[in-house]
């Protein structure tokens, strides 16, 4: 027979809870009920009132914590709301208790940090769709910020219509993260024609050209992408193309150790371990059914980990979009994200295995980067889907108009042939016709969409009007 439970004994714990806002570990729960009773005594009370909805647990290992439902919407609806202010003009996210605490931890000096290595049982305490790092008010509430009208619609439909402002958000957002100085504008000038900021290392540029070539891999691919290692291994060696000091590191786990700048965090050194745990980051997160849990997972495992030699935090940040895409909620691009803030918030993942101040960022920034959306497609109408469908033949078909320096009779003689062997004689006919108009309207401000280089686009205009 199952035990019965006194409720005033469930309302005293209810009560101590109900003093913590931002969420209560067993011990400081144990810490405040008079005459507490035994540690497992109290877990059984603890999973009692999660089973019949009267608390919420989040987190995991010794790091869970309980929250009153009621709270947790506050809180999240804090986080999900306005800015709170900003600091010489810097957006500054409004942060929980535990996130200021994590924060303020992680600014002490190095000497008052105690230095910790790897914890596995941080990634095997984690149970896909049992435990949760977003509470369900949080993913909810996402979620009718991210829906979009193409939910309905094929994976990726809504990352293809807002891609040119994707390619330009998420490229910038995320290379200045990682201290990259370019502006937006310096961004959306490399990207639409190609031309590098003067003064600037041209590593910062080759950073920016990766993401482009990074979300275009993700995009494109929306089909066969996911949490395994094609996707993972491959995105890596997109971000780290031609930044890396050994080239074969790209795209490869890594078999040396690593150290993290201002941190007392010791990354694993072990290569079969490594490989060993990433393949488990894998298949938890493939099996995590909320799309923002499995992003919000990513973001906090993958960088843990330090797979790679460098680039893993990028490579987080796009893995995160991998669930968004697929679901065709809005992507996010970190828009507005304090550098310094991110930064802590990593730290406090490395340091201490705790994810509310990461948590805090994660939610705000999807608020602002699914406002910019709503917006942006607002704007842009919807998609068209015949284009859409052929969007990848559009572009290959162009580039190759291009590349090879064809003049307007070349191109129309090329455009119908190429047609006549790849698509199907019902489409034809309107094909051919987009084709040539997109060949019409090119100019230096649209021609890097297609994967055209500066000089290419050149050569060809010299040739296009003989």
């Not at 995590?288 to 993958?302: C, K, N, S, T, W």
């Amino acid at each position: 027979m199952a035990r019965r439970i006194h409720d005033e004994s469930l309302r005293a714990i209810e009560e101590v809870v109900g003093r913590h806002p931002e969420g209560v570990t067993v011990r400081q729960i144990e810490g405040a009920i008079e005459h507490a009773p035994p540690r497992r005594t109290l877990q059984y009370r603890l999973r009692s009132l999660v089973n019949a909805g009267r608390l919420v647990m989040e987190g995991s290992g010794r790091w869970t914590r309980y929250r009153v439902p009621g709270r947790v919407q506050v809180t999240a609806q804090a986080n999900l709301g306005a800015y709170r202010a900003t600091v010489h003009g810097e957006v500054v996210p409004p942060l929980s208790e535990a996130g200021v605490e994590i924060r303020n931890h992680v600014r002490q000096p190095l000497t008052a940090r105690h230095p910790v290595g790897y914890d596995r049982t941080f990634l095997d305490s984690y149970r896909p769709n049992e435990t949760f790092y977003l509470s369900r008010v949080e993913r909810t509430h996402l979620g009718e910020l991210g829906s979009s009208q193409g939910a309905a619609q094929p994976a990726g439909t809504h990352a293809r219509h807002i891609l040119n402002r994707l390619l330009i958000d998420l490229s910038w957002n995320s290379s200045r993260l990682e201290g990259n100085t370019y502006s937006l504008l310096d961004t959306a000038r490399l990207l639409e024609v190609g031309t590098e900021a003067q003064g600037k290392d041209r590593r910062e540029a080759q950073m920016i050209l990766n993401h482009r070539d990074a979300i275009e891999f993700l995009v494109d691919a929306v089909e066969d992408i996911g949490f395994n290692r094609y996707t993972i291994l491959n995105l890596h060696a997109t971000l780290a193309d031609n930044l890396l000091p050994n080239p074969e590191a790209a795209g490869r786990l890594r078999r040396i150790g690593v150290g993290i700048e201002g941190s007392v965090f010791h990354p694993l050194e072990v290569p079969q371990l490594i490989d060993e745990c990433f393949d488990r980051i894998l298949a938890t997160a493939s099996t995590i059914a909320d799309p923002f849990e499995q992003a919000f997972f990513a973001m906090v495992q993958l960088p843990y980990l330090q797979p790679f030699e460098d680039v893993n935090k990028r490579v987080s940040r796009l893995a995160a979009n991998i669930p968004l895409i697929r679901h065709n909620l809005s992507p996010l691009s970190f828009v507005d994200v304090p550098r310094d803030l991110y930064t802590e918030a990593i730290l406090g993942v490395y340091e201490l295995n705790r994810i509310e101040l990461l948590r805090d960022v994660f939610c705000w920034a999807y608020g602002r980067s699914a406002a910019r959306y709503a917006a942006v497609r607002q704007s842009l109408g919807e998609p068209d889907p015949f284009r859409m469908r052929h969007r990848t033949a559009l572009r290959e078909l162009v580039g190759a108009v291009v590349r090879a320096r064809m003049n307007k009779g070349e191109a129309a003689s090329h455009v119908n042939r190429w047609a006549r062997e790849r698509i199907e004689e019902e489409e034809r006919h309107r094909f051919c016709e987009m084709a040539e108009k997109e060949l019409l309207a090119l100019h230096e401000g649209n021609f890097a969409r297609y994967g055209i280089r500066p000089s290419e686009f050149t050569a060809w205009r010299e040739r296009w009007h003989t």
